[in-house]
């Protein structure tokens, strides 16, 4: 059994689809780039394997037991919430914690070292709300850290983060992948997927090409999804094909 298997997968709003018919697997400790052009549904398609958005039509299917963490889009992010960079960070543990359990003194040492592996060292107490758009998104690394997922997903974890930042959080991409956990993520900066991503869905609605990052990411398959995606009625009735 794969990681994520998706069967003829239709996914959208108020019945309105916007990807549509997309089949494949995800194989168990593969790391995979979802890109596409703006509107492309690359977020949809993540929303509905983290189970946030129900099938249109087809089938999700995750292999069971696996532990799923999600970091949605920054923008979709509260970020006046009054919370210290320690507690969000803490909020990794819940799965072992519980809601409201207690944080003993190991879970204390495991969310230093979480804050310290991300950098973020010294910032435990600041508010969530005073941090920068790269310090936030450390802070949320060091969250998934304690989650221990087998399966993470990441919606657009780079896109308006500096240079420095970008480096240090793909580092711990690539350490995730060397522990064989499943990563899947949403990307814009086609670099950097050919660099690090050896798997990926090119997505334009519905699937452009998927597989090995060399052979997807051609400059043919890049028109053609523009064109797709630019082709493609949102409008649209619900699916006919
Ligand atoms: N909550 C929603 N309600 C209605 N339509 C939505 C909603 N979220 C997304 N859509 C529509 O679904 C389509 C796909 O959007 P999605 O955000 O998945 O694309 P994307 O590939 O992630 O785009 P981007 O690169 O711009 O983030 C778009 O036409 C969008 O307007």
């Known amino acids: 059994m794969p990681a994520i298997r998706l069967t003829d997968l239709t996914l959208g709003y108020d019945r309105h689809p916007a990807v549509h018919h997309v089949s494949g697997e995800i194989a168990r400790g593969s790391l995979t780039a979802i890109v596409g052009p703006n509107g492309a549904g690359k977020s949809t398609l993540l929303k509905g394997i983290a189970g946030a958005l129900s099938p249109l039509g087809g089938a999700i299917a995750l292999q069971k037991g696996q532990r799923l963490a ?20 803490a909020m990794g543990l819940w799965t072992s914690a519980g809601i409201f359990g207690r944080i003993g003194l190991g879970q204390r040492a495991r969310i230093e070292a979480a804050i310290a592996a991300v ?4 910032f435990e107490r600041r508010s969530i709300g005073t941090l920068s758009g790269g310090q936030m998104q450390r802070a949320l690394f060091a969250r998934l850290l304690l989650q221990d997922a087998d399966l993470i997903l990441l919606d657009e974890p780079f896109t308006a983060i500096d240079a420095r930042t970008t480096a240090d959080l793909l580092e711990l991409v690539q350490r995730w992948h060397g522990e064989k956990r499943t990563v899947v993520a949403v990307l814009h900066d086609i670099e950097t997927v050919k660099r690090a991503f050896p798997q990926t869905l090119l997505l334009a609605r519905e699937t452009v090409a998927w597989g090995q990052t060399g052979e997807v990411l051609t ?5 053609k999804a523009r064109h797709m995606v630019e082709a493609f009625d949102s409008h649209a009735p619900a699916c006919a094909a």
Do not use: K
Not at 70 to 89: C, G, K, N
Not at 119 to 122: A, D
Not at 219 to 223: C, M
């Open 119 to 122: 950098g973020l060292t010294g």
């Open 219 to 223: 400059s043919g398959n890049l028109l």
């Open 70 to 89: 999600y970091l949605p889009q920054s923008a979709e992010l509260d970020r006046s919430f009054p919370i210290h960079v320690y507690d969000l960070v």
